[in-house]
């Protein structure tokens, strides 16, 4: 009883992490729409600023390296869902200065100083954000930009009938039997 709620689709509900809810469509028609949940959204951004602070001892190179392969594995998550620019904004907000602050700290220099040195764009098309260099905790010389979850790709999800999937005729072919009463009584009975 604790997990079940029975609610209206208009006022929304949370489901394996999405938050469904109806809203009205660019034609005035009721369409069902997902969307990230402010708890999701709250507990990730606190999550990358635990990882961020107090952790001057770790390799900064290292330290961004973790913070993107947590930032694509989270727009990987919500690449289906609508309305993401506003929660991913918030979250780029805070760990671009979640990170110059520890930066700062790191370096015991200025914001400003380090952003003059650091902030560039990685490629020409793409926004400036915080490209380090520096060795990594390997040795090796390289740099790495911070990912943006604003510039992250969206997928539209494309419903498919259990008709059209390939795999499940093939497996209803392959291994199903089908039979019926009669046919399993009668091979009970020469039992």
């Known amino acids: 009883m604790d997990k079940t709620h029975i609610t209206h689709v208009n006022d929304g509900f949370v489901f ?6 109806r809203k009205r469509g660019p034609r005035g028609t009721m369409l069902p729409v997902s969307t990230i949940p402010r708890e999701k959204a709250r507990a990730f951004a606190h999550k990358l600023t635990a990882q961020l602070s107090g952790h001057d001892h770790v390799n900064k190179i ?26 991913y904004r918030h979250v780029d907000r805070v760990v671009f200065w979640k990170l110059a602050h520890g930066l ?9 100083s380090l952003m003059r040195q650091w902030i560039r764009r990685p490629t020409p098309e793409q926004a400036k954000t915080w ?61």
């Open 16 to 21: 394996l992490g999405n938050r469904i809810i």
């Open 104 to 112: 700062a700290r790191k370096y015991k220099t200025s914001t400003r």
């Open 62 to 87: 290292d330290q961004v390296e973790t913070i993107n392969r947590q930032l694509a594995g989270w727009a990987n998550f919500y690449q289906y869902t609508d309305y993401t620019a506003m929660v």
């Open 131 to 191: 490209l380090l260099w520096g060795r990594s905790g390997s040795g090796n010389l390289c740099g790495s930009a911070l990912r943006r979850l604003v510039t992250s790709r969206k997928q539209r999800f494309h419903w498919r009938t259990p008709a059209g999937n390939p795999h499940l005729a093939e497996y209803r072919n392959r291994w199903a039997t089908t039979s019926g009463y009669r046919d399993v009584a009668l091979a009970l009975s020469h039992a």
